[in-house]
């Protein structure tokens, strides 16, 4: 199983990245992402699949818990397959929701709860250039002259340098 689940990893890392190109470039890289996939990743998913469905465990135990749980979320695993914009797993959302948790724990102690809040929004601030591919600094100084020009609403800087 873990070779399985290794082959469609191996395949999904040749597949070209996309978010950061031009539209046309990116309509491009969407196609090939999803031909790749239904090629390849698809028969190998099905395999997963085939091998999950001829499992026995003894009820109760937790590889049969584990089993029914995969089974029950079948669509949502194998959306990648029909979707190129879907990447195959959450990792990379994960480990930014780290950042934004550590920091959370680091502000336990503050002495006041403005301060916890505006640390709040800095740390969302930064994470959202950081997902942007953007420098933090720069999109900070943008998010408060945005500020500046339209007192009162919530407004994020766009890209313009």
């Known amino acids: 199983m873990l070779k399985l689940i290794g082959e469609v990893y191996a395949i999904e890392a040749d597949l ?24 390849h990743s698809a028969p190998v998913v099905e395999r997963i699949r085939d091998w999950a469905l001829t499992q026995r465990a003894a009820p109760g135990s937790a590889f049969r818990k584990a089993l029914e749980y995969m089974l029950k979320l079948w669509d949502g695993l194998s959306v990648f397959l029909s979707n190129p914009v879907v990447p195959i797993d959450n990792n990379h959302v994960e480990r930014q929701m780290r950042d934004m948790v550590m920091g959370r724990k680091n502000h336990y102690g503050s002495k006041s709860k403005r301060g916890t809040e505006v640390a709040a929004l800095f740390y969302s601030l930064i994470e959202t250039a950081r997902l942007r591919g953007e420098d933090p ?22 890209n313009q340098d």
Not at 17 to 35: K, N, V
Request: hydrophobic share 45%.
């Open 16 to 39: 070209p990245g996309w978010y950061a190109l031009a539209a046309e470039e990116r309509q491009a890289a969407l196609a090939q992402r999803l031909a790749v996939r239904q090629q």
């Open 137 to 158: 600094g720069h999109y900070l100084q943008r998010a408060a002259l945005a500020a500046i020009e339209s007192p009162g609403t919530v407004t994020l800087p766009k």
